[in-house]
């Protein structure tokens, strides 16, 4: 079946580093790539998506890559801040929309 | 606005037990899910509702059954309930399919523990 798989499964980096999680998924119809921070206790929220007609987005310290051939994506996180510090998943979904399928989540650690 | 909320917070049953966890939305929004949550495996859909009176089988839905009587409502029932179900349950809501316009938001979770 459509998988997504993500990596690394931990990162630490130093305060000020940049991090980049990556996300390679299966299925070719997937054209909708949501990523999600999760806080120890919380509830996911979006921070960024990308949708298959676009190849880069940005926003702030936050950008996104997407290449559809060879079915990766990317997250970067430029000047990082300890509270960056979360679980972040990636995910992909299909044209049909219903199904997103989600990595199984990097863990970020920002160092002070 | 309180966006999605979820009761319970936290239950633990006994092997057997049923159950019924309840979602809530106020955003007017069509489509709802479930899923849940276990160390390393990211989040995997339950089941999901397109409207009012519709369910549908997501990605994990064997032991699991929904419904949606009211829009602003989503219920996950589990009729006897096993160990392997012990997980963190979370519910979510979006616009329109995930590929379109919105995106979706989910609630607090709901951490069930089955012994």
């Known amino acids: 079946g459509e998988n997504v798989e993500q990596h690394p499964s931990t990162l630490s980096v130093q305060e000020g580093d940049s991090a980049v999680i990556k996300c390679t998924y299966s299925d070719s119809a997937s054209n909708y790539f949501p990523w999600y921070k999760q806080e120890l206790g919380k509830r996911p929220q979006l921070i960024i998506d990308?949708?298959?007609?676009?190849g880069e987005k940005k926003d702030q310290r936050i950008a996104v890559t997407l290449n559809k051939t060879a079915k990766h994506f990317s997250l970067h996180i430029t000047e990082t801040q300890p509270e960056d510090s979360a679980v972040y998943f990636c995910a992909a979904a299909d044209t049909g929309g219903f199904k997103t399928i989600f990595g199984a989540g990097t863990r970020l650690f920002v160092k002070a | 606005n309180a966006g999605v909320t979820q009761t319970p917070k936290f239950r633990v049953l006994k092997t057997g037990q049923s159950m019924t966890l309840l979602c809530a939305q106020d955003m007017n929004h069509e489509y709802m899910y479930w899923y849940r949550q276990d160390p390393g495996m990211g989040l995997r859909l339950i089941h999901y509702?397109?409207?009012?009176?519709?369910?549908a089988k997501g990605e994990v839905p064997d032991g699991y059954n929904v419904s949606r009587l009211k829009k602003q409502n989503f219920l996950l029932g589990l009729e006897s309930a096993a160990p392997s179900q012990t997980s963190v349950y979370f519910c979510a809501s979006s616009w329109a399919r995930p590929s379109g316009t919105d995106t979706q938001y989910f609630g607090p979770g709901t951490r069930l523990t089955v012994l």
């Open positions: 990308i949708r298959s007609n676009v």
């Open positions: 509702s397109v409207g009012e009176g519709t369910t």
